[in-house]
């Protein structure tokens, strides 16, 4: 079969506009089967082996079933660098970009080292595009899982990172040695209720990564403020990515802890999703 012919199966079973099929079709041409998609209007009879053949066919069949693009190629671009994904791991989300920008810009003038934890870090996505663009940030990442460390190692290793990465479940908190002045973290903050709401993709994403305990959905958010009340310096900042669906009872949770300055931010979608705290 030539690369056309392929072309027209998948623009004929993916139930999406030809341009989508076939922004899907060249990735994993690019990406699986290692052809320059370039070959598509310059080949077009170009034939292709049985195994790229077989791999095209069993993949595409993977995302009728809705199974994430980035799980199949193992690779989400995140604030411009490549971060590797796997099923142990939430995809990185756009949204969280912004977060991490705000952090990166508010620091880009410091000139003396500090301490940042990443909390709930998942790919490590957020931690280390922190330390690989400002050298002056010492950073930890950190995560209950140790499948989602063991791609956090990946990473570090692939992005030439120094981040240190530790275990850590944030229901079980202690002191450390040594303070923190940032933390930042992108917890699980879907409430189980929310679940049929979600797009289809979502549900091959971990469990742990999504959502919430049911009979709190600030779970997490009480978490990091209690490990920002023992360990985090004294005028600390906390960045944190929430749900915008539970603002009201965020910020209801807030008086709970001695917070000096809560600044909210939209995302690119006009959603109250980021807040900046100062201790
Ligand atoms: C929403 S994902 C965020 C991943 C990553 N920070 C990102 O933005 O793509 C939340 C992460 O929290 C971790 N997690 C869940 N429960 C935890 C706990 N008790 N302590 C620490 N991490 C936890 C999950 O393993 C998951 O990696």
Same mark, same amino acid.
């Given at each position: ?88 791991? @939430?995809?990185?989300?756009? #949204? ?6 705000? @952090? ?100 091959? #994403? ?74």
């Amino acid at each position: 079969m030539n690369i056309i012919e392929m072309r027209s199966i998948y623009r004929d079973n993916l139930s999406l506009s030809n341009d989508e099929s076939d922004f899907i079709y060249k990735i994993i041409l690019k990406e699986l089967c290692n052809i320059d998609p370039i070959k598509i209007a310059l080949e077009p009879n170009f034939n292709l082996s049985s195994v790229s053949e077989n791999k095209l066919i069993q993949k595409m069949k993977m995302i009728i079933d809705n199974y994430p693009i980035d799980y199949i190629i193992n690779k989400k671009n995140f604030y411009g660098n490549d971060f590797y994904v796997d099923e142990n791991v @939430l995809i990185p989300r756009p #949204e969280t970009e912004e977060l991490v920008d705000w @952090l990166i810009n508010d620091h880009l003038k410091i000139d003396n080292q500090k301490r940042v934890i990443d909390l709930c870090t998942g790919s490590g996505c957020i931690g280390i595009s922190i330390d690989i663009n400002n050298s002056y940030l010492d950073v930890t990442i950190c995560d209950i899982s140790t499948k989602a460390l063991k791609v956090c190692e990946i990473n570090k290793k692939n992005l030439n990172s120094n981040v240190k990465i530790i275990e850590l479940d944030l229901n079980l908190i202690s002191e450390v040695n040594k303070k923190y002045d940032i933390i930042i973290s992108n917890p699980p903050y879907l409430h189980p209720s929310e679940s049929n709401q979600l797009d289809k993709n979502v549900r091959y #994403e971990p469990e742990i990564a999504l959502f919430t305990p049911k009979d709190n959905p600030l779970h997490f958010y009480e978490k990091i403020l209690d490990f920002a009340s023992i360990n985090l310096t004294k005028k600390g900042l906390i960045y944190l990515e929430i749900n915008p669906n539970f603002t009201k009872e965020f910020n209801q949770i807030l008086s709970n802890y001695s917070i000096n300055h809560v600044n909210f931010k939209d995302d690119f979608r006009g959603k109250k999703r980021l807040v900046k705290l100062i201790f």
